[in-house]
């Protein structure tokens, strides 16, 4: 199993750019979650999908972000603009449906904006 | 609401001394109980989990951990440290009441003294 896969890995950008983060869960899973990391903050959970349908997303830190997941095998995260306070490691989970069920992490996109 | 505190941000040990991460939650129903791992650059890794039945649970790499409900708490533990477990450990909780939404501890940095 590929696990989940994350694009990019890295990304740099300059304030005020779109920045577009994309997630592939693993087959079979129909859960999917966007978290933030960063120093200040901690791990934080900012949205999370349920058969491609979000469920929470009390997380997104405000308008300019957003998430969509438009089939079973992929979801983007957008931010538009971006602002140098978002600069963070992104990351995405998958697991099957239920509150027992570990949730498996992708490997995370460092994001940089200047 | 859920909650979950991590004793210490940073623990270090000595190689082959016993490692001991503190792990408290708040809950008003049982709890599902999980520890994570992130190695340098990487995403979160499960160590291992606790859902029902056995109290102890033992996980990957010689950690294992015990559920006490009377004291709220699922501390991590491991005879002997190895300086390969240098890493940040993540304690998270779920329960039914909240779906899939895990809440994630700050988590503690283990450092290992040659």
């Known amino acids: 199993d590929a696990g989940v896969i994350q694009s990019p890995r890295h990304e740099v950008t300059e304030m005020g750019q779109e920045v577009t983060l994309r997630c592939k869960p693993i087959s079979g899973h129909n859960s999917l979650f966007w978290y933030r990391q960063t120093m200040m903050r901690g791990l934080e959970l900012l949205i999370y999908f349920n058969n491609n349908v979000p469920i929470d997303d009390s997380g997104m830190p405000e308008d300019r972000f957003s998430a969509k997941m438009p089939n079973a095998s992929f979801s983007t995260l957008k931010i538009q603009p971006s602002e140098p306070r978002d600069s963070a490691v992104y990351f995405c989970?998958?697991?099957?449906?239920?509150?027992?069920?570990?949730?498996?992490f992708g490997p995370g996109t460092r994001l940089t904006v200047l | 609401a859920q909650s979950v505190t991590q004793l210490g941000s940073h623990v270090s040990v000595s190689e082959g001394a016993l490692v001991l991460l503190r792990c408290n939650y708040s809950?008003?129903?049982?709890?599902?109980l999980f520890w994570y791992v992130q190695y340098p650059n990487q995403g979160l890794q499960l160590l291992l989990k606790y859902t029902t039945g056995a109290t102890l649970v033992k996980g990957i790499n010689g950690f294992e951990a015990e559920f006490k409900k009377s004291e709220t708490s699922f501390h991590l533990t491991k005879p002997s440290a190895h300086m390969s477990d240098a890493a940040e450990y993540f304690c998270?909780?779920?329960?039914?009441?909240?779906?899939?939404?895990?809440?994630f501890g700050p988590g503690t940095r283990l450092s290992v003294l040659p």
């Open positions: 989970a998958s697991s099957l449906e239920s509150s027992y069920n570990e949730q498996f």
């Open positions: 998270a909780v779920s329960d039914h009441n909240y779906g899939q939404n895990f809440v």
């Open positions: 809950s008003s129903v049982p709890p599902y």
